[in-house]
């Protein structure tokens, strides 16, 4: 993930930084944060150097609420969600944003939004009679005042309304004309939400800053996700150049890779896959590992820690809009899903040896008791023997492959669920009866910066396989999923069937991938049956990295 500064001319680089665009700052349990992040240079044009970011939700002690890791598109771009469950207390928290990269840029390694987050279903004592309001955030109630139809000039981007006033559950013409042509070219968040009658008075100091170790250079993720760490010897005077390390992200199509310490002991993992599963092991594979031990690099953001809590304060007039929010809330929650959901795509990931090798089914043979002799009356190509009295896999070719005897000498790679067997007694010892298949590559594969005499890889039906290994050479841990954004659910009111359903839906549409041209851009949605006004917000950068947010005004009757 990172390396010694004093070994990389950072000036070579650009300067990478996340910018955050929101659904709302004030949420509450049950609704759902949707955001949308942007991956650019200093001058705010897109950067396209990493490909993954991170999304972070902190609450004011720092503790993680969720990590998010989002790949980036080819705009640089991503959106994700979260739905606010009922444990969340109210609170302030904040979002932030970042890729590996962007933490060498000193002057913004992060983004950060501030969240308020109300949870009425928890009983809160913030509802003080007085409001001390230099040690604490309050939310207030407001007046709003009639802004139906407010919009920008022509000599810019236009938002319109087919009327100004909508009934419930009408369908709703949203349109936008782009009258400075290419100067408004760029990447929109399109968002139709119901305006609060709250309002938030902060007027607590933030504190974000970044505990950063200046002589740290942050690799970029060029093509996918990099795991690092280093290794250090229990003796000082052991080598720690040129040590095999592997990784295995567990699963059925399980991800398998191979990396070699450097000078200084460290090693990386790139991770351009799609995977399904989070745990992970890496290992040492070294015959003296016992005498090394494995340090895996910190992935999250540090930051520094607040010496004070800030409070969320709840002025008493907010009491009747919080009632009937949550109210909504639950219905509306009732009758469907979460609004969004952050979910994984469905990726399938061939083995890195592709489908080379022979395959042995064990259901299509007589099964036997023990391991040992599976291997000698079924598997034909692989076996076990006495090395130095340990017991030791071994590859028998069925033919004389050409180099075979170059690399006669070389331990074939085995795995089991796609973990690293360094032990051939973990195999041996396993309950036959459990084992799918066996795959056996009888001619050498180098893979990585290794060599082995070929390939032993068993599956096990359950896929649950763990090793008994343990010490300083092994570690499990857990990689993030990577997550990709699902449409807001909009209801089609065309459809008769809905009828009956309650709809107290305030965040109307939320299309976070508007690619704003020269021609019109017409959406359409509908309006739910909660009354009010409502504000149309097109906020993003145009390909000149200029910010534009530009807000129209409607209400339901």
Known sequence: MYTDKTSVDTQIFIKEKINITLNNSILLSGESLLYKIYNHTNSNSKSLLSKISY??????????????????????????????????????????????????????????KTIYIINPFIKTTNFPKKINSSESITVRSIVTTDTTGVKKSQNDILIKTDKETYKTREKITLSIDNFIKKAGHGDYVLSVRKTDSVLVLDSSVQNTNHTQNESIFYLPELRGELISGKIIPVEEKTPIKNKIITLTILGENYIFKVSKTNNNGHFFFSIPEIHQTSNSIVQINEPDRDKYKLILDKKELSLKKKTANTNLQLDPSIKNWLQERSIQLQIKNAYFNPSTKTTLKEHYIPSFYNTMGTKYVLDDYNRFNTMKETFVEIVKLAGVRKKRKKNKFVIFPTRDLEGKTLFSSLDPLVLMDGILIQEADEILDYDAKNIKSINVLEKPYRYGPKVYGGIIDIKTIKQNFRPKMQGDYIKELKIEKSLVYNELYSPDYSNTSLDRIPDYRVQLYWQPDITLTSKKTVKYFYASDITGTYEITLEGYTNKGDYKLLKHYFKIR
């Open 55 to 112: 999304v972070s939700l902190r609450n004011e002690r720092d503790s993680i609420i969720f990590n998010h890791k989002l790949v980036l598109n080819q705009k640089g771009t991503q959106q994700g969600a979260f739905f606010i469950p009922s444990t969340l207390k109210t609170g302030v928290y904040r979002l932030l944003g970042y890729t590996n990269f962007s933490r060498n840029n000193f002057k913004k390694p992060f983004s950060s």
